[in-house]
């Protein structure tokens, strides 16, 4: 049987700008073995060759089709749900991209959906008017609900702040596309081709990518590089099915063995 990964980044892959110890020998191993993977983000702003020069600075080599993100996911959608439609968008380069990418025209009244994603440059101003477009019938759609990381600093607060300013101010309820929703996970898993029981996912979050795949009964892989410690194990109902340090300690034979 044939098996893929599905691998998120920050805290896997990299650090912030630093890439983690060994990830650039496990991509490797990957493409030498030629095993499909997708590095698969909730980050809305990049789009994929903006991930793959990034990654490309840490002597990591991947080409576009390597990289899914929830603006993908997000257009992806909405082009489902309705083919042509038009968006107001909170956000940046990769998911106006995306979204002109799948037909979506954007407008600044009288929209299908307001989109929310990370970005620093829109304004209260255009908070205030996405908050009239919903109560006027609008669709309110977040690429992801990732928390703020509540560190001095930080220089984006996470969607899920943005998005709770909005769901205040309307009381609309946004819907979630990216990680750990079903949407972008079993389509991340379809632009791989391969079925659920083929796909591990590598995460370094237990809310986001192991609860997604726990809930898809994909396999999966926490690495303890980023988010999620292993002291937090047991306060989770869930579980994934193997624990390592990080990916330059994932013993890839065993990994593709597990059922």
């Given at each position: 049987?044939?098996?893929?990964?599905?691998?998120?980044?920050?805290?896997?892959?990299?650090?912030?700008?630093?890439?983690?110890?060994?990830?650039?020998?496990?991509?490797?191993?990957?493409?030498q073995?030629?095993?499909?993977?997708?590095?698969?983000?909730?980050?809305?702003?990049?789009?994929?060759?903006?991930?793959?020069?990034?990654?490309?600075?840490?002597?990591?080599?991947?080409?576009?089709?390597?990289?899914?993100?929830?603006?993908?996911?997000?257009?992806?959608?909405?082009?489902?749900?309705?083919?042509?439609?038009?968006?107001?968008?909170?956000?940046?380069g990769?998911?106006?991209?995306?979204?002109?990418?799948?037909?979506?025209?954007?407008?600044?009244?009288?929209?299908?959906?307001?989109?929310?994603?990370?970005?620093?440059?829109?304004?209260?101003?255009?908070?205030?008017?996405?908050?009239?477009?919903?109560?006027?019938?609008?669709?309110?759609?977040?690429?992801?609900?990732?928390?703020?990381?509540?560190?001095?600093?930080?220089?984006?607060?996470?969607?899920?702040?943005?998005?709770a300013?909005?769901?205040?101010?309307?009381?609309?309820?946004?819907?979630?596309?990216?990680?750990?929703?079903?949407?972008?996970?079993?389509?991340?898993r379809?632009?791989?081709?391969?079925?659920?029981?083929?796909?591990?996912i590598?995460?370094?979050?237990?809310?986001?990518?192991?609860?997604?795949?726990?809930?898809?009964?994909?396999t999966t892989?926490?690495?303890?590089?980023?988010?999620?410690?292993?002291?937090?194990?047991?306060?989770?109902?869930?579980?994934?099915?193997?624990?390592?340090?990080?990916?330059?300690?994932?013993?890839?034979?065993?990994?593709?063995?597990?059922?």
């Amino acid at each position: 049987m044939k098996k893929g990964f599905l691998i998120d980044m920050d805290g896997v892959i990299y650090s912030g700008e630093t890439m983690i110890e060994g990830a650039d020998v496990f991509i490797a191993t990957l493409q030498q073995q030629k095993i499909p993977f997708l590095f698969m983000t909730n980050n809305s702003q990049r789009t994929p060759l903006d991930t793959v020069n990034k990654v490309a600075k840490m002597g990591i080599h991947i080409k576009e089709e390597n990289v899914y993100t929830s603006a993908m996911a997000t257009a992806w959608f909405l082009s489902f749900m309705n083919p042509k439609g038009t968006a107001f968008v909170l956000g940046e380069g990769g998911l106006i991209t995306s979204l002109h990418q799948q037909g979506y025209t954007l407008v600044n009244q009288n929209p299908d959906y307001v989109v929310v994603g990370e970005g620093r440059n829109f304004t209260l101003e255009m908070v205030n008017n996405a908050v009239d477009m919903i109560l006027s019938g609008s669709k309110l759609i977040a690429t992801n609900l990732d928390p703020s990381p509540k560190k001095k600093g930080w220089a984006n607060l996470g969607i899920k702040a943005v998005v709770a300013m909005i769901e205040e101010a309307t009381g609309k309820k946004a819907f979630s596309v990216g990680k750990p929703s079903p949407v972008m996970m079993r389509a991340a898993r379809k632009t791989l081709g391969l079925e659920t029981r083929e796909t591990i996912i590598i995460g370094d979050t237990m809310d986001t990518d192991i609860l997604g795949g726990v809930q898809l009964g994909y396999t999966t892989i926490l690495t303890l590089s980023g988010v999620s410690k292993k002291s937090v194990l047991d306060d989770y109902p869930f579980k994934p099915d193997m624990v390592v340090d990080s990916v330059a300690q994932l013993d890839l034979k065993a990994a593709l063995e597990m059922q």
